[in-house]
């Protein structure tokens, strides 16, 4: 069965510290990886995806890419209150998706 | 992008009644996904609605508890058949672009 495992959390940082969100796959066919952001009582909206190895950058969001480890991670720099929410993490091949539980972080003022 | 809306955006539901759940998107998609979220987890696929066929039901799910229509390219529905309160989640549906996934609001069931 095709998994994505995430720490549950609650993962706690302060205001303007560096959030670091991690995720493991077990189907080395998954091709492309995608973040989420879920917050209470709202539906996920992406936050961006991440098909090659290495880092990919988008303002203040870093998505990092292992495939040899099947590891996906995102890192948020500058951590805001409003960055408070569920992250998911999503292991894509075709039009199979896989979601991971989601990890809670609380950045604290 | 896609805008998605759902109705009902939540409701009360007896055992062993079913209730209907619309999606409507703002284009025309060749498919559209249903999941469950159920308190506190994460989202679990229940099947793919294809336009014209029938619709792909993951492991665990059957067409004969959870019906899906797609009568056309912006339009889907979702039957929660005889419902008992492990039915209780929220109900999303979702569209899936290349590179991004976009959900509706989700109805949120509670079944008494």
């Known amino acids: 069965q095709k998994e994505v495992e995430q720490n549950s959390g609650p993962l706690s940082v302060p205001e303007g510290a560096i959030a670091s969100l991690n995720c493991t796959y077990s189907?080395?066919?998954?091709?492309?990886f995608f973040w989420y952001r879920q917050y209470s009582g709202k539906s996920p909206e992406l936050i961006m995806f991440?098909?090659?190895?290495g880092d990919k950058e988008d303002g203040r969001f870093t998505a990092q890419l292992n495939k040899a480890s099947q590891y996906v991670s995102l890192l948020i720099r500058d951590s805001q209150p409003s960055d408070s929410a569920t992250y998911l993490c999503e292991a894509r091949e075709g039009q199979n998706f896989v979601f991971g539980p989601g990890t809670r972080l609380s950045v604290l003022p | 992008s896609a805008v998605i809306s759902q109705k009902p955006s939540r409701d009360i539901c007896q055992r062993g009644t079913s209730l209907t759940i619309q999606c409507q998107v703002d284009s025309q998609v060749t498919m559209m996904f249903w999941y469950r979220q159920q308190p506190g987890q994460s989202l679990t696929l229940i099947a793919t609605?294809?336009?014209?066929?029938?619709?792909?039901?993951e492991s665990g799910f059957v067409i004969d508890k959870f019906p899906i229509s797609r009568p056309n390219l912006t339009f889907s529905t979702l039957t929660v058949s005889n419902m008992s309160p492990e039915d209780s989640s929220i109900y999303l549906c979702?569209?899936?672009?290349?590179?991004?996934?976009?959900f509706g609001p989700g109805t949120r069931l509670t079944v008494l």
């Open positions: 979702s569209v899936a672009p290349t590179d991004t996934q976009y």
């Open positions: 991440i098909y090659s190895n």
């Open positions: 609605a294809n336009q014209g066929s029938e619709a792909t039901y």
């Open positions: 189907d080395r066919g998954s091709q492309s």
